[in-house]
């Protein structure tokens, strides 16, 4: 792979590094408002993909999901850093590459590394009316742990009031060494 600084591999898909490349593709997904619906942000323009991207490229927490076969980047997984040994994720992916096993597939094998690499904890926190990604979560056997109600909101009205969100939290801990194998 020249010049792609890979993180894992599976079957399907390379997880790597943002590159200077991937901004058509970043920009498609993160255009499409039924993709972003649940994000903290508003589609992006074009402009604003491209600041974006180079966030992206200059931190290690985002990775990218490039179709094995084609080479598209389809998505990004969210590896955050936080306190106790502890990763918060995320996954955002291209409407027209949903339901494809993507996202369980690039999750999943960077949990497996998270884990053997010592990371204690792994959660999420995901809107309740977004059952895709809670289905998800449970589906990579992560427990919920909380259900907070109005607790954040994103957008104001206009009036200018908060439009107030629930949250569920997930969490999944290291059990690698169990003998249970889970």
């Not at 790597?16 to 972003?36: G, N």
């Not at 306190?83 to 369980?104: C, K, M, P, S």
């Not at 960077?110 to 884990?115: E, K, Y």
Request: net charge neutral.
């Amino acid at each position: 792979m020249e010049n792609k600084t890979v993180i894992a591999e599976t079957e399907r898909l390379i997880l790597r590094r943002y590159q200077k490349e991937d901004l058509h593709d970043l920009f498609e997904y993160l255009s499409d408002k039924e993709v972003v619906k649940y994000e903290p942000y508003k589609p992006l323009t074009f402009d604003e993909a491209k600041e974006n991207l180079k966030w992206r490229i200059g931190t290690d927490e985002m990775i990218a999901v490039e179709l094995k076969k084609s080479h598209k980047m389809i998505g990004n997984v969210y590896m955050g850093k936080r306190d106790f040994e502890a990763l918060e994720i995320g996954y955002v992916f291209n409407q027209n590459y949903w339901r494809h096993g993507y996202a369980t597939e690039s999750c999943k094998v960077l949990i497996q590394q998270a884990f053997s690499n010592g990371v204690h904890r792994i959660y999420a926190e995901c809107d309740p009316n977004n059952k895709g990604s809670w289905k998800l979560l449970e589906a990579l056997e992560f427990q919920r742990e909380a259900h907070f109600r109005k607790n954040v909101y994103f957008w104001k009205d206009e009036n200018e009031k908060a439009i107030w969100k629930d949250t569920y939290v997930y969490a999944k801990l290291n059990e690698i060494f169990n003998l249970s194998g889970r």
